[in-house]
C-alpha cells in the first residue's frame, strides 16, 4: 500500500506561482509513473501532468503547457507540480497519483487508471 500526501496549496494572485509536493510512503514509489490531476468546483476531475518513474519524460494537458512543471526526486520519495503565471482558471484541488505499473508511452497517462491517490490540496487564484 502506497499513501500520499500533497502539500503547498494556498490563495495567490493571479500572476503568482506555487509549489505543490506529494510524499510518498514505499519503497516501490521510484518505479511509479506520477501524475497530478485537479478539480474545480461543479466540474469533472482532470488531468494536469505526468512524470515518467525516472522522470526522465512529463506530458502536460495544453492549459498549463509553458506554465506548469512536473518533477520528481526519487531518493526523497517526493513528486512536484511547480506552477507559474497562475489564472483564476486554475482554481482547484489538486490531487497527485500513483501508476503501479506505468503507460507504454507518457501520452497515455491521461487515459490511465490510476492505483493511489492523495487527499488533495486547495489551490485559489484570486485577487
Known amino acids: 500500500q502506497v499513501q500520499l500526501v500533497e502539500s503547498g496549496g494556498g490563495l495567490v494572485q493571479p500572476g503568482g506561482s506555487l509549489r505543490l509536493s506529494c510524499a510518498a510512503s514505499g519503497r516501490t514509489f521510484s518505479s511509479y509513473t506520477m501524475g497530478w490531476f485537479r478539480q474545480a468546483p461543479g466540474k469533472e476531475r482532470e488531468f494536469v501532468a505526468a512524470?515518467?518513474?525516472?522522470?526522465?519524460?512529463?506530458y502536460y494537458v495544453d492549459s498549463v503547457k509553458g506554465r506548469f512543471t512536473i518533477s520528481r526526486d526519487n531518493a526523497k520519495n517526493t513528486v512536484f507540480l511547480q506552477m507559474n503565471s497562475l489564472k483564476p482558471e486554475d482554481t482547484a484541488v489538486y490531487y497527485c497519483a500513483a501508476d503501479r505499473f506505468g503507460p507504454a508511452t507518457i501520452m497515455e497517462a491521461p487515459r490511465r487508471k490510476y492505483d493511489y491517490w492523495g487527499q488533495g490540496t486547495q489551490v485559489t487564484v484570486s485577487s
Open positions: 512524470i515518467s518513474w525516472r522522470g526522465g519524460t512529463t
